[in-house]
């Protein structure tokens, strides 16, 4: 059965360092989406993705984050100056026509 | 406030027992998911309901769209149960998914 794969599993870095989580959606469906989970706490939403371009952020998507589709296969994230507090699980997703959401198992970055 | 509430918020079991996580949302849906999260934090999809009842082997979702609730009930509970049951809803069709605080569950042998 075809599912969402990101990499990698557990990231650390560095505080102020970039990092860029990978996502390869499922290969027919069209939205794409970003949320991640503070330990502890309920999944949060960052950003909702479709044709190509960004179809809705929340509040926590600012400008430290940005998103791509660079190849037609690939979704990545990417935080470019990490700070402690973007520590989190954080989870990619796809969709399609009458289905739920398909997520990935989860990228659980560490900032130190 | 919340937009999507549970409970309860967590809950311990027997193995054999009956189980229902209740779920209520303040906001119009296109459609509700119910979710379940392991230790290891993958999220899988369970059930996606707009209307009435679905049944997957030993779980079966309720939904009552005038009274903005759902239900999740497990028939004869196992440990292998045992996982954060999240309930989370889409306002409008692939729209994002708004996620409830989730139930943590044990299943005691």
């Known amino acids: 059965e075809p599912e969402v794969t990101q990499t990698p599993s557990h990231q650390v870095t560095q505080m102020g360092q970039e990092v860029i989580l990978r996502c390869v959606p499922i290969?027919?469906?069209?939205?794409f989406y970003w949320y991640r989970q503070i330990l502890g706490q309920k999944v949060e939403f960052l950003v909702s993705f479709y044709n190509n371009e960004i179809s809705e952020k929340s509040e926590i998507f600012d400008d430290q984050f940005s998103v791509e589709r660079p190849d037609g296969s690939n979704f990545t994230l990417k935080i470019r100056s990490t700070k402690l507090e973007d520590s989190a699980m954080y989870f990619c997703?796809?969709?399609?026509?009458?289905?739920?959401?398909?997520f990935g198992a989860g990228t659980r970055l560490s900032v130190l | 406030k919340n937009e999507v509430e549970q409970s309860p918020q967590n809950l311990t079991a027997q193995e054999g027992e009956f189980i229902t996580i209740n779920c209520s949302y303040s906001v119009g849906i296109s459609a509700l998911h119910w979710l379940q999260q392991h230790p290891g934090g993958g999220i899988v999809s369970l059930f996606m309901l707009s209307s009435g009842k679905k049944k997957h082997g030993r779980l079966i979702a309720t939904i009552n769209i005038q009274e903005k609730h759902s239900s999740l009930h497990i028939t004869a509970s196992h440990p292998r149960d045992s996982a954060v049951y999240i309930c989370?809803?889409?306002?409008?069709?692939?729209?994002?998914?708004?996620f409830g605080p989730g139930t943590s569950l044990s299943v005691i042998p």
């Open positions: 997703a796809s969709i399609t026509t009458g289905q739920g959401p398909n």
């Open positions: 290969s027919n469906h069209l939205y």
């Open positions: 989370a809803v889409e306002k409008t069709s692939y729209d994002k998914v708004i």
